[in-house]
């Protein structure tokens, strides 16, 4: 049994969440108020490596390193507890989705790098055979997992829990994720969606018992009505199902099992000198940032590359975020994020439309991790995003859309000679090029 519950800490203004006490969804101070403050829960306190033998889970074999096991310990569950909550939670899982949770394929791609101008070392982490075709699952499934330990464990607060519905603010790679993970739990689901969505994508969400909200973007609009609506939800006491940092601290954590699994086999080769990540809402960018960060601390990576983050022209506000912090603090900018994050100022568009987020709502976290280790922020042009795609497609056996090869276009952009790189293919192209 764990000696004390798990904590979360506001990267912004510092509060301290008790998740024993009170859901680490968005920081207790954030609010209507607008105090500047960029309000994200990350997890606080101490971390234990992992002992996992060759178990392919990864809600398993670095469970240790999740806060929602790590309460479920502290409420007195067994450690079989939480192997059966996962257990049990991917049985129905694989009868919604067709897959479940394992660790993904990362290989050198060398006939890719010959492709490639610079023709770096180059390796490729495939996520679109993962549940719902990408990485967001991992985000969703590791809120899932806390909701169930509440459950399993008949702590108070789960009580009135299945009163509330989920909410998520999405209709591509995030919503089929969200909607599988909903469904497996057998726990109602709302996604705000906009008004161009995909129809196949549309089609699938009802499929799965998804209530949909269709939200309009009206002329001179700031801002995503999608979020605006979600947030609404939020307030009025859905469950945020999100798989952004500010309105679930949790979301994050999930996906650190992905930066985990590269780093361990990273740590049987050679560490590339950068990772290339495609950066829409942030929340990937963050979760390997972080996620790398811990994996260095405990051993399991020698070294960290460095992060590059990925932006369409379409719409880049990290892309202007880092220019303006030039000679700026971070821990000025996190108190200030007027002056460095807000929406986009024409309507997004690209083919890579999964990462067309207005804001870059994760943007600290990834920022952060871009200057601790010497990386860059870099804009890929729409050309480069289509041919990108194409390359993937023609020089490797993974399908991925032109959000999934997003990275790769900036690692072309760079242009890095000589470097050694890796990057994430992440969203099959099954409902769109």
């Not at 899932?144 to 509330?164: F, G, N, Q």
């Amino acid at each position: 049994m764990s000696k004390s519950a798990p904590h979360f800490t506001c990267h912004g203004c510092g509060a301290s969440v008790d998740i024993a006490r009170a859901f680490p969804f968005s920081c207790p101070n954030a609010g209507p108020a607008n105090d500047d403050i960029d309000h994200v829960l990350v997890p606080a306190g101490s971390i234990d490596g992992i002992d996992a033998g060759n178990e392919p889970d990864p809600f398993i074999r670095y469970r240790t390193l999740l806060s929602s096991y790590r309460l479920g310990r502290w409420l007195g569950l067994p450690d079989d507890a939480w192997t059966d909550v996962v257990g049990s939670l991917e049985e129905r899982l694989l009868a919604a989705d067709g897959r479940v949770f394992r660790r993904t394929p990362m290989s050198r791609q060398p006939d890719l790098a010959a492709a490639l101008a610079s023709k770096p070392q180059l390796w490729v982490k495939d996520e679109t055979g993962n549940v719902a075709g990408s990485h967001k699952g991992r985000h969703l499934f590791g809120v899932m997992l806390y909701l169930r330990v509440l459950e399993v464990a008949a702590h108070p607060s789960a009580e009135m829990l299945r009163k509330r519905r989920l909410a998520i603010a999405s209709c591509g790679n995030a919503a089929l994720a969200a909607a599988a993970v909903a469904c497996a739990a057998e726990w109602p689901l709302d996604a705000f969606i906009p008004a161009d969505a995909n129809p196949s994508i549309a089609r699938k969400l009802k499929q799965l018992g998804v209530t949909l909200h269709v939200c309009e973007r009206l002329p001179g609009e700031m801002g995503d009505p999608c979020m605006r609506a979600f947030r609404r939800a939020a307030h009025d006491g859905a469950i945020p199902f999100s798989v952004q940092g500010p309105d679930n601290g949790l979301a994050i954590e999930g996906a650190h099992t992905l930066a985990l699994e590269m780093s361990e086999g990273f740590a049987a080769a050679n560490v590339p000198d950068a990772i290339y990540i495609q950066v829409g809402g942030g929340a990937l960018a963050s979760a390997i940032a972080q996620g790398f960060a811990i994996a260095k601390r405990i051993g399991l990576l020698p070294k960290m590359p460095k992060l590059m983050l990925v932006q369409t022209a379409g719409c880049a506000p990290v892309a202007r975020a880092w220019k303006r912090l030039a000679g700026t603090s971070l821990g000025d900018a996190v108190r200030h994020r007027s002056r460095f994050m807000w929406p986009w100022g024409q309507t997004p568009s690209s083919a890579a439309s999964g990462i067309l987020d207005d804001e870059t709502y994760d943007w600290w976290e990834a920022v952060k991790g871009v200057r601790e280790t010497g990386g860059e922020v870099i804009v890929a042009d729409e050309a480069t995003i289509v041919r990108a795609r194409n390359l993937g497609k023609t020089h490797t056996t993974i399908r991925a859309s032109a959000t999934g090869t997003a990275g790769l276009a900036g690692l072309m952009t760079a242009g890095a000679a000589g470097e050694s790189a890796a990057v994430i293919f992440s969203g099959s192209d099954q409902y769109g090029p």
